[in-house]
């Protein structure tokens, strides 16, 4: 296959940084740049990775850093997330083969990505980018581990040694979880030689670790010498009305996407070829 010509918005991120590391160290030797603000810091690159500096409010500058890319990558935080709309213009004008929009979440039901902010902005992006006949395609990661097993964020508290259930039926139903390196090695698997017409219109799962309550209270268990878990379990009907009333939305809601079985990445699932991933035991013995 032919290498792909990529840019990438969102480099300082928490994907973001891994996954330029790992396109710029990917056999395929992929043409990677970094497209960054005036003023923002695009030290520490690797040495093959060029840094474009662009006002992404000028089509016209945008335009002409986007001329010969391939494939463009974003991984903005939550508050560039709308804003990617404004990007359209220049890379349909660019010929951009290619976009992969910020996700890097679970899949979300329609209901779901509009009741809430950040999923409705996610959204309203990939429908602005179909309306312009932008070739586009999503990354679902599950959720990072970074979060989900280091803080209590969907209710495992690994140094507290609790889990916290929505249901009774979380025992048996499965988390997908990835890490930022997982992340970013499917993203240098996926992205650097594959052509852009396979990608476009997928969307595209990752998982590292899939576990269910079950398995996710034996891990704790081992981790803290054989002491089972404290286990609590909240009804849907408490989890819905904590959804409601929280200020931030997305944990709870997390949390009975679990109870119900659907904290997936979907069907269309990418395995990164050789690599070694990381067991739930391993991650949980390193917290």
């Known amino acids: 296959m032919t290498a792909n010509t990529i840019a990438l918005i969102g480099h300082r991120g928490l994907a973001g940084k891994p996954i330029v590391e790992a396109l710029a160290a990917s056999s395929a030797h992929p043409k990677v740049k970094v497209l960054h603000r005036p003023g923002s810091d695009a030290s520490g ?167 269910n309550g079950d398995q996710i209270a034996a891990a704790l268990a081992k981790k803290h010498g054989g002491v089972a878990p404290t286990v609590t379990v909240q009804s849907l009907a408490d989890v819905d009305a904590e959804i409601k009333t929280s200020d931030f939305a997305l944990a709870p809601l997390l949390r009975k996407k679990w109870g119900a079985g659907f904290f997936t990445v979907g069907s269309d699932v990418h395995i990164v070829p050789g690599y070694k991933r990381r067991t739930l035991e391993d991650f949980i013995a390193s917290i």
């Open 45 to 211: 690159l690797p040495a093959n990775v060029e840094a474009v500096e662009v006002d992404f409010a000028d089509t016209a500058a945008l335009t002409k850093a986007l001329a010969g890319v391939d494939i463009l990558l974003s991984t903005v935080g939550a508050p560039g997330i709308a804003a990617q709309i404004d990007l359209i213009p220049a890379i349909k004008a660019a010929g951009v083969k290619l976009f992969v929009p910020s996700d890097l979440a679970v899949l979300y039901t329609p209901h779901e990505r509009r009741a809430f902010g950040l999923l409705e902005a996610k959204a309203r992006v990939e429908e602005a980018l179909t309306a312009a006949g932008v070739p586009f395609a999503v990354v679902l990661t599950g959720g990072f581990t970074e979060y989900c097993l280091a803080t209590p964020f969907i209710g495992i508290d690994v140094k507290g040694n609790k889990l916290h259930l929505v249901g009774n039926d979380a025992r048996t139903h499965s988390v997908a979880l990835s890490s930022t390196a997982y992340i970013a090695a499917a993203y240098a698997s996926l992205f650097a030689a594959t052509p852009a017409a396979e990608l476009a219109g997928r969307a595209i799962g990752v998982s590292e670790v899939v576990a």
